[in-house]
T-cell receptor, first 109, second 117 residues
Framework: QKEVEQNSGPLSVPEGAIASLNCTYSDRGSQSFFWYRQYSGKSPELIMSIYSNGDKEDGRFTAQLNKASQYVSLLIRDSQPSDSATYLCAVNRDDKIIFGKGTRLHILP | ETGVTQSPTHLIKTRGQQVTLRCSSQ?????VSWYQQALGQGPQFIFQYYREEENGRGNFPPRFSGLQFPNYSSELNVNALELDDSALYLC????????????????FGPGTRLTVT
C-alpha cells in the first residue's frame, strides 16, 4: 500500500461547480496534512493545511480530515478555470513530508 | 512568491558528471528539504537539513548528498549522474521550532530542471 494515495484523474468539473479531491494515507501516526496546487511547469504552492479532525475553510477551499478513516479531502467551491491544475496531497511523517502523485483537475468553461 | 530561491533554473549534464544545485530559504526559516519530481509524479523526499545537519533521508543512494550553511541556505550535490536523475529538483523551506515537531508548513522554490543526456 502506498503511503499517500490519490486518484490521478483527470477530474473534469464544470465552471461554478464544486470540485472534490480525495486522499488516503497509510500511517495512523501522521499528524499534519497539506494540500498543494501545482500548475504545469511550476513548483507546488501550499493552499491548505489541516491538523485536527473536521473541516477547515479558507475562501473557496475547504479541507476535511478524518483520522479514523485515514482520509483527507479538499473541496473547491465555485470552481474557476484558473483552478485547473494538479492537486497534491501531502502528509507529515517523522519530520518528512510524503506526497501523493496528485490529481489533475480540469475546470470546463 | 514564497521567498525561496533556487539556482540554476535549468541545467543539462552528461551521464557520469556531477552537479550542484543551490537553494536560499525564506527569511525566518531554519529548515530546508529537497525533493525530486519526475514527470507525472509527486515530489519524492530526498533529505532534510535542520541546524546544518541531515535530519531524515528518503530512499536515495549516497551519491545524493547535501549541505546546509549557517545562513540556512543549502546545496544538493549529485555525483555520477544517471539518465534517471533527469527531473525537477525542488527545495522547500520551513520553520521547525523543535525536532520532531510535526506541525510545520513547507514552502517551495521554483525548482531546477535537470536534464541528463
Amino acid at each position: 500500500q502506498k503511503e499517500v494515495e490519490q486518484n490521478s484523474g483527470p477530474l473534469s468539473v464544470p465552471e461554478g461547480a464544486i470540485a472534490s479531491l480525495n486522499c488516503t494515507y497509510s500511517d495512523r501516526g501522521s499528524q499534519s496534512f497539506f494540500w498543494y496546487r501545482q500548475y504545469s511547469g511550476k513548483s507546488p504552492e501550499l493552499i491548505m493545511s489541516i491538523y485536527s479532525n473536521g473541516d477547515k475553510e479558507d475562501g473557496r477551499f475547504t479541507a476535511q480530515l478524518n483520522k479514523a478513516s485515514q482520509y483527507v479531502s479538499l473541496l473547491i467551491r465555485d470552481s474557476q478555470p484558473s483552478d485547473s491544475a494538479t492537486y497534491l496531497c501531502a502528509v507529515n511523517r517523522d519530520d518528512k513530508i510524503i506526497f501523493g502523485k496528485g490529481t489533475r483537475l480540469h475546470i470546463l468553461p | 512568491e514564497t521567498g525561496v530561491t533556487q539556482s540554476p533554473t535549468h541545467l543539462i549534464k552528461t551521464r557520469g558528471q556531477q552537479v550542484t544545485l543551490r537553494c536560499s530559504s525564506q527569511s525566518g526559516h531554519n529548515t530546508v528539504s529537497w525533493y525530486q519530481q519526475a514527470l507525472g509524479q509527486g515530489p519524492q523526499f530526498i533529505f532534510q537539513y535542520y541546524r546544518e545537519e541531515e535530519n531524515g533521508r528518503g530512499n536515495f543512494p549516497p551519491r545524493f548528498s547535501g549541505l546546509q550553511f549557517p545562513n540556512y541556505s543549502s546545496e544538493l550535490n549529485v555525483n555520477a549522474l544517471e539518465l534517471d536523475d533527469s527531473a525537477l529538483y525542488l527545495c522547500a523551506s520551513s520553520l521547525v521550532v523543535a525536532q520532531g515537531a510535526s506541525s510545520y508548513e513547507q514552502y517551495f522554490g521554483p525548482g531546477t530542471r535537470l536534464t541528463v543526456t
